[in-house]
């Protein structure tokens, strides 16, 4: 444990477009943000290769790049921005504490929670390989389903998450084949059948994926394990999409604050405020249906400006 304890006025605990753009509405508040970038700093845009759906990016911008410039600004107006990562906090009082790398304590006046959710993948090597390439993995195909339109794609997934993606895809690539692992959907019965109704969407049930084909620099094909048959098929695609699921990164805060089933800090609607008075969230630690960068950005901007509200009621 540390012997000083720093006092801060808005703390932000994570990176990415929530973080950074809360970091810019602050600092130009005079709230003197102190921001902790967390263990992936600029969050899952650091993945993404191309990012052209963000607007003011005219010829699209790289997912690292633009975390740069975000920093870049935030930092311009006074933020100061820190590597390291929360590991305990104690909201149960009206100084909230926060304890970074499990060594340095803070006490702070409002904590932003940007902390983000990580996405679920299957765990295989060629799959992190690809993904790690940047060439033909992802999680999230309204993000990157335009790269492969008129194309063939495969996607896993069974839930009602995973059919909206499909259903997504259908309409830009060519051929979509869905590889669902048990005998059964997990989806609503509405969104099953929107999918089964859509005419290049193969589904294959009872199928587990075993491999993601290329030439070690982009993807070239799937290959599957029928588990009724036993037989290993390979499909044609230049992208796989992981529907399986997020999770969001709030364990350290399920002692104070207030979280749905999956995880999800519940927030006030048409606000960013959480159950305690004082901590805000933004991003997607509370977001299980746009995750977008966009959206991010803008609950960002909501929780700096709840959390200069905040101090300014309590002059």
């Known amino acids: 444990m540390s012997d000083t304890i720093e006092k801060i006025k808005c703390l932000i605990i994570g990176s990415g477009p929530a973080g950074y753009t809360a970091a810019i509405y602050a600092a130009r508040a005079n709230m003197n943000p102190v921001l902790y970038q967390g263990m992936q700093p600029g969050g899952q845009l650091t993945t993404t290769n191309e990012v052209e759906n963000f607007p003011g990016y005219v010829d699209g911008v790289t997912g690292p790049e633009m975390?740069?410039?975000?920093?870049?600004?935030?930092?311009?107006?006074?933020?100061?921005?820190?590597?390291?990562?929360?590991?305990?906090?104690?909201?149960?009082?009206?100084?909230?504490?926060?304890?970074i790398n499990d060594t340095i304590e803070l006490h702070c006046e409002t904590v932003i929670i940007s902390t983000g959710a990580s996405a679920k993948y299957l765990g295989l090597p060629s799959e992190q390989h690809y993904l790690n390439m940047g060439g033909g993995v992802?999680?999230?195909?309204?993000?990157?389903?335009?790269?492969?339109?008129?194309?063939?794609?495969?996607?896993?997934?069974?839930?009602?998450?995973?059919?909206?993606?499909?259903?997504?895809?259908?309409?830009?690539?060519?051929?979509?084949?869905?590889?669902?692992?048990?005998?059964?959907?997990?989806?609503?019965?509405?969104?099953?059948?929107?999918?089964?109704?859509?005419?290049?969407?193969?589904?294959?049930?009872?199928?587990?994926?075993?491999?993601?084909?290329?030439?070690?620099?982009?993807?070239?094909?799937?290959?599957?394990?029928?588990?009724?048959?036993?037989?290993?098929?390979?499909?044609?695609?230049?992208?796989?999409?992981?529907?399986i699921g997020h999770k969001p990164n709030t364990d350290i805060f399920k002692d104070y604050i207030t979280l749905d089933e999956t995880g999800y800090i519940i927030n006030t609607p048409g606000t960013s405020n959480t159950n305690v008075a004082g901590v805000f969230v933004a991003g997607d630690a509370a977001d299980h249906v746009y995750r977008q960068a966009i959206t991010a950005a803008g609950t960002g901007c909501m929780a700096a400006l709840d959390a200069e509200r905040y101090l300014a009621s309590k002059d």
Not at 76 to 99: C, E, L, N, P, Q
Not at 149 to 168: K, L, M, T, W
Not at 211 to 231: R, S, Y
């Open 138 to 243: 992802s999680a999230c195909a309204v993000c990157d389903g335009f790269f492969y339109r008129n194309q063939e794609v495969v996607i896993v997934g069974a839930g009602d998450s995973a059919c909206e993606e499909a259903h997504y895809l259908s309409k830009l690539c060519k051929k979509v084949t869905m590889l669902v692992r048990s005998e059964k959907f997990r989806a609503s019965k509405i969104m099953e059948d929107r999918v089964r109704k859509t005419e290049n969407i193969e589904i294959l049930m009872n199928h587990d994926t075993v491999e993601v084909v290329g030439d070690n620099q982009v993807v070239h094909a799937i290959k599957a394990l029928n588990k009724t048959t036993g037989e290993v098929i390979e499909i044609p695609a230049t992208g796989f999409f992981v529907a």
């Open 67 to 99: 975390m740069i410039q975000l920093q870049e600004q935030a930092k311009r107006f006074g933020a100061d921005i820190r590597d390291g990562w929360a590991t305990k906090v104690d909201f149960s009082g009206d100084i909230h504490k926060v304890w």
